[in-house]
């Protein structure tokens, strides 16, 4: 076992290991390393913790319990390792070393070069998964006449896209340099850049003097958008795979890729082609149906299509990205499994948890499921205003506990934690978020809250 400097490895409790077959050695008493998170996170790790812990010894008795292990990051992290350590080596570690965690909300620094620390997270673990799943508690309120309708798993591409962070600030030398070799390369494509001017190519013959003597005088930020047929196909084998195990019936691809041809639009490509290549016995996919359309008929296609699933296999399709956001909305039963990019597995995460009570009750996991690794998080933020008033909605990271429950195997404990949540919103005796959009609501503090999901379970 590793030796760190400033974590404690419970003394009762084992690690969980990763089996040759990619499943999860899940031993009684796994040592699961948490971070409690910064502001509010103090808070909901409280009541979070408790409702597990009951979870699991009502499910289980005493034969199975959690060995939590602290592990610091964000502003406790400052405090402990010193203040430019925002996300400790030995942190990353014990993650890695224990391949399971949980974590609050964290605090990343304004400017001075800080990665996001949520980001930092997912991308030295390689955690390309995000996952959010989102579905609705009978008596939440929400802004929709029909959230019961929305039931839906997105599977968001945790690595790529332009969170990346590949970008240079506009006037410096590092973007100068990018813009120039564009304009060597391709001069049409540089033409495309526009910056004030009619003609880009011309502002910068125009101005050739100015930025050889080393005056900022384009003032243009440059972002790189990597996405790889290697982490495209990793991402959408993992939502079909999850489509078959939890016997959902359709994957849909949401891309923009009627715009950005060679990223998006070959993750859509690539996606179709994985599932037909590896898949084939329990796929169908809108790209065979388009091909058996140009041969033989839309008529011939539909009647293909409608014999593929009525043999129970799963319909992979796809969706240009500003349509999803509204078909979510307005057709929201038209969508099981939705695999995308980063940017728009974002927008739509908290688009869809809005439907159903907002991001104060929505779950989150990061996922490798080659190498084992996963961290579960409460999805919001910090909210530093409510931070230690014992006010806000724990629900987002009891869900995420729920979810790495499962993800543990431990379904009976996971179940629990599902009755008690939906057993204390029915009781109307919930947080501020809840009680002031519920008639005769009872407002109660978080760590009532938690007590509530505790006696309903």
Not at 11 to 19: E, K, S, Y
Not at 118 to 145: E, F, H, I, M, W
Not at 336 to 356: C, P
Request: with cysteine; aromatic share 8%.
């Amino acid at each position: 076992m590793a030796t760190y400097h400033h974590i404690q490895v419970p003394a009762q409790g084992h690690p969980i290991t990763m089996g040759s077959n990619h499943t999860l050695n899940v031993p009684d008493y796994p040592i699961i390393p948490f971070i409690e998170g910064d502001g509010t996170g103090r808070d909901i790790w409280k009541a979070c913790v408790r409702v597990l812990d009951a979870s699991v010894e009502k499910a289980y008795g005493n034969k199975r319990k959690i060995a939590w292990m602290e592990v610091f990051a964000g502003e406790k992290a400052t405090k402990i390792y010193g203040e430019h350590s925002w996300l400790p080596q030995e942190t990353v570690e014990a993650f890695r070393t224990f391949l399971v965690g949980i974590k609050g909300p964290l605090t990343t620094p304004i400017g001075g070069g800080i990665r996001s620390l949520n980001v930092a997270l997912r991308q030295d673990l390689d955690l390309y998964v995000c996952l959010r799943p989102v579905k609705y508690y009978a008596g939440t309120p929400s802004p929709v006449k029909r959230p019961e309708a929305v039931d839906m798993v997105i599977f968001r591409e945790n690595t790529e896209d332009i969170y990346a962070g590949i970008e240079w600030a506009a006037g410096t030398p590092d973007a100068h340099r990018i813009l120039e070799f564009l304009h060597a390369e391709n001069p049409n494509l540089f033409g495309k850049i526009r910056f004030g001017t009619e003609h880009a190519v011309a502002e910068w013959n125009h101005n050739a003097k100015l930025a050889a003597a080393g005056e900022s005088w384009l003032q243009v930020g440059v972002g790189i958008k990597p996405v790889s047929k290697l982490g495209s196909e990793r991402l959408i084998r993992s939502a079909i795979q999850y489509a078959l195990v939890n016997k959902r019936k359709s994957v849909t691809i949401v891309h923009k890729g009627n715009i950005m041809k060679f990223t998006e639009g070959a993750f859509r490509d690539w996606s179709y082609a994985l599932a037909e290549r590896e898949f084939p016995d329990q796929c169908y996919t809108w790209s065979q149906w388009e091909r058996t359309k140009k041969l033989a008929g839309e008529e011939i296609a539909n009647a293909e299509q409608k014999a593929a699933l009525a043999q129970g296999k799963i319909l992979i399709k796809d969706a240009i990205a500003d349509i999803a956001l509204q078909q979510v909305l307005t057709r929201p039963e038209e969508f099981d499994v939705i695999a995308t990019l980063n940017l728009n597995g974002d927008y739509l995460s908290d688009a869809l948890a809005a439907q159903v009570g907002g991001i104060g009750i929505a779950p989150g996991g990061n996922l490798n499921y080659v190498s084992g690794h996963a961290i579960f998080e409460a999805t919001h933020g910090t909210a530093p205003k409510y931070a230690d008033l014992d006010k806000v909605n724990p629900g987002s990271m009891i869900l995420s506990g729920e979810m790495m429950l499962r993800h543990l195997g431990w379904d009976k404990a996971a179940d629990f934690v599902n009755k008690g949540l939906a057993g204390a919103i029915t009781s109307r005796r919930v947080t501020y978020d809840f009680a002031r959009q519920m008639d005769n609501a009872t407002e109660i503090h978080c760590s009532e809250f938690g007590s509530n999901i505790i006696d309903h379970m």
